[in-house]
């Protein structure tokens, strides 16, 4: 039976069954696909990589851990005008990088959780639309498999832009 709905952001895999719903990216792609499966839709989410996209994993959710931890070293840095006495206040990165990462890595864990129980199934691999309710997958390896799918959801996600003078690291 096809699909449902087929969630597609510009990364996917291939399941060996068609699915009713087709979902790749984000977030908030990831919730709904599972809201669509508590529906008794049958449901397909398309990422390249990681679970969660760019914002997940290397955008806005690392980016407002680290803002956050660095809003509590600066509010601590000036602790002593509220009458908290505060010995030596020190950044160390490398413990906040590591909080970062388990941040994300819960987070991603959270959404794979969410997929299983509610029987979305998970692709790895790039998606293109070659016809209309049909979907192909592309594989890291290069395989590749058609699906069909009665409705498909397109999230682009998003890519970083480099700043002028502060080249990617």
């Known amino acids: 039976r096809p699909k449902d709905v087929l969630y597609i952001d510009t990364e996917a895999i291939l399941p060996d069954e068609n699915l009713n719903n087709w979902v790749v990216d984000t977030i908030k792609e990831s919730l709904s696909t599972g809201r669509l499966a508590q529906l008794?839709?049958?449901?397909a989410i398309i990422e390249k990589e990681n679970v969660g996209g760019v914002c997940l994993n290397v955008g806005c959710i690392p980016s407002k851990a680290l803002l956050h931890s660095s809003e509590l070293f600066e509010e601590v840095?000036?602790?002593?005008?509220?009458?908290v006495k505060v010995s030596k206040v020190e950044l160390d990165l490398k413990t906040m990088m590591g909080r970062k990462d388990k941040v994300v890595m819960d987070?991603?864990?959270?959404?794979?959780?969410?997929f299983k129980k509610n029987k979305v199934d998970y692709l790895?691999?790039?998606?293109s639309i070659p016809a209309a309710g049909k979907v192909e997958v592309t594989a890291a390896d290069g395989k590749k498999e058609t699906h069909d799918a009665a409705n498909i959801l397109i999230a682009t996600g998003a890519k970083s832009r480099p700043m002028p003078g502060f080249p990617f690291n």
Request: charged share 25%.
């Open 40 to 43: 008794g839709k049958k449901v």
């Open 77 to 83: 840095s000036h602790a002593a005008e509220h009458g």
């Open 107 to 114: 987070l991603t864990k959270g959404i794979e959780g969410l």
């Open 124 to 127: 790895r691999g790039t998606a």
